[in-house]
C-alpha cells in the first residue's frame, strides 16, 4: 500500500520533474491519497513439493484479483469465489496471469509504486509505502530483495531502489544550485503490536 498526504507543494524541480512518471495509470493523481497494490508470489519450495493447486487468478487488464475457496475433493469444481479490484495488481508465478499478462519483476513493481513516491517527496509531499501480510507472503523479498545487503542487481527490492533513487535526485537537484537537501533515516518494526526502533543501540 501506498500513501500520499496532501501538502504545500514546492516548487517543481527540474529533476523532479524528469522523474514523474507519464503514465497516468502509474503515477499518483492528485485526488488520491492512498493506492493499494497487490502482488501474488510463486510457490515456494514447499508448497511444488506437495503438489499444492493455486487457488488465486489474477487479470492484469481489470486488474483483479480472483480467491477461490478449496477445490472439492468428490467433484474436483470449484464451488465459490470472491473477486477484488486495486490500483495496482502483480502477478509474479512463472506462467502468465488469466489475461495473458505475463509475470512481473522486481524492476517493474519499483517503477509503478516506488518511483512515483519518490517524486512527490522532492514535489513537497509527504510519501509513504508499507506492506502488509502474512508470514511467508513475500513481504521481504518485495520490499528488500533476495540479499538484503545487496545494493543493486535484478532482485533488488523496492527499499534499496528507492533509497538509491532518493540520492541520485537529491545530488542532481544540488547540482543544480537551487537548494541543499538533508537525509534523516528511521527504521522501525511493528509486530505483534509492539513497536521496535531497528536504528537502536541494543543494550
Same mark, same amino acid.
Given at each position: 500500500?501506498?500513501s500520499?498526504k496532501k501538502?504545500?507543494?514546492?516548487?517543481?524541480? $527540474? $529533476?523532479?520533474?524528469?522523474?514523474?512518471?507519464?503514465d497516468?495509470?502509474?503515477?499518483?493523481?492528485?485526488?488520491e491519497?492512498?493506492?493499494?497494490?497487490? =502482488?501474488? %508470489?510463486?510457490?515456494?519450495? =514447499?508448497?511444488?513439493?506437495?503438489?499444492?493447486?493455486?487457488?488465486?487468478?489474477?487479470?492484469?487488464?481489470?486488474?483483479?484479483?480472483?480467491i477461490?475457496n478449496?477445490?472439492?475433493k468428490? #467433484?474436483?469444481?470449484?464451488?465459490?469465489? #470472491?473477486?477484488?479490484?486495486?490500483?495496482?495488481?502483480?502477478?509474479?508465478?512463472?506462467?502468465?496471469?488469466?489475461?495473458?499478462?505475463?509475470p512481473?519483476?522486481?524492476?517493474?513493481?519499483?517503477?509503478?509504486?516506488? =518511483?512515483?513516491?519518490v517524486?512527490?517527496?522532492?514535489?513537497?509531499?509527504?510519501?509513504?509505502?508499507?506492506?502488509?501480510?502474512?508470514?511467508?507472503?513475500g513481504?521481504?523479498?518485495?520490499?528488500?530483495?533476495?540479499?538484503?545487503?545487496?545494493?543493486?542487481?535484478?532482485?533488488?527490492?523496492?527499499?534499496? =531502489?528507492?533509497?538509491l533513487?532518493?540520492?541520485?535526485?537529491?545530488? %542532481?537537484?544540488?547540482?543544480?544550485?537551487?537548494s541543499?537537501w538533508?537525509?534523516?533515516?528511521?527504521y522501525?518494526?511493528?509486530y505483534n503490536? %509492539?513497536?521496535?526502533?531497528?536504528?537502536?543501540?541494543? #543494550?
Amino acid at each position: 500500500m501506498s500513501s500520499r498526504k496532501k501538502t504545500t507543494p514546492r516548487p517543481q524541480t $527540474a $529533476a523532479a520533474a524528469a522523474l514523474t512518471p507519464m503514465d497516468d495509470e502509474s503515477n499518483i493523481g492528485e485526488s488520491e491519497s492512498v493506492q493499494v497494490s497487490v =502482488r501474488v %508470489r510463486p510457490f515456494d519450495s =514447499r508448497e511444488t513439493n506437495a503438489s499444492l493447486t493455486s487457488v488465486v487468478a489474477m487479470n492484469s487488464k481489470s486488474r483483479t484479483v480472483t480467491i477461490f475457496n478449496s477445490l472439492s475433493k468428490e #467433484k474436483n469444481v470449484i464451488t465459490r469465489k #470472491k473477486t477484488f479490484q486495486f490500483d495496482h495488481v502483480f502477478w509474479s508465478l512463472d506462467s502468465p496471469d488469466e489475461s495473458g499478462g505475463e509475470p512481473v519483476g522486481q524492476a517493474e513493481v519499483y517503477a509503478t509504486i516506488g =518511483r512515483p513516491l519518490v517524486a512527490h517527496a522532492f514535489n513537497g509531499f509527504n510519501s509513504c509505502l508499507f506492506a502488509y501480510g502474512q508470514t511467508g507472503s513475500g513481504k521481504t523479498y518485495t520490499m528488500m530483495g533476495a540479499d538484503p545487503n545487496a545494493v543493486g542487481g535484478a532482485d533488488a527490492g523496492v527499499t534499496p =531502489r528507492l533509497c538509491l533513487e532518493l540520492f541520485q535526485m537529491r545530488e %542532481r537537484i544540488e547540482a543544480e544550485g537551487h537548494s541543499k537537501w538533508s537525509v534523516e533515516v528511521g527504521y522501525i518494526e511493528v509486530y505483534n503490536e %509492539r513497536v521496535s526502533d531497528l536504528l537502536a543501540k541494543r #543494550k
